[in-house]
Nanobody, 116 residues
Framework: QLQASGGGLVQAGGSRRLSCTASERTFSSYVMGWFRQAPGADREFVATISWSGQTIYYADSAKGRSTISRDNPKNTVHLQMNILKPEDTALYYC???????????WGQGTQVTVSS
């Protein structure tokens, strides 16, 4: 089970730190990812991080503005988002992956709304 938190209302240019805590005892064995879905749009990839934290991928929209990190002893993954834009407004989901492509386990999402 994945529990995401940290969403809220933020002004354009501001920052937000999302967190996701897993109840899975083998958390450190999984790739973790953040995805988002804006109203009327498909869900899209934001960032992923390997089990060790050494390999990270970002969507072009997140590069330079976001940082994904994980704390394996705490079963937690974070997404630090800076210089937020109104187009970043979306429901943000964390997911646990068995690889870089397959994410069978999803959290409930946390809403980020960026006002202009």
């Amino acid at each position: 089970q994945l529990q995401a938190s940290g969403g809220g209302l933020v002004q354009a240019g501001g920052s937000r730190r999302l967190s996701c805590t897993a109840s899975e005892r083998t958390f450190s064995s999984y790739v973790m990812g953040w995805f988002r879905q804006a109203p009327g749009a498909d869900r899209e990839f934001v960032a992923t991080i390997s089990w060790s934290g050494q390999t990270i991928y970002y969507a072009d929209s997140a590069k330079g503005r976001s940082t994904i990190s994980r704390d394996n002893p705490k079963n937690t993954v974070h997404l630090q988002m800076n210089i937020l834009k109104p187009e970043d407004t979306a429901l943000y989901y964390c997911a646990m992956g068995t690889g870089w492509v397959t994410f069978p386990y999803w959290g409930q999402g946390t809403q980020v709304t960026v006002s202009s």
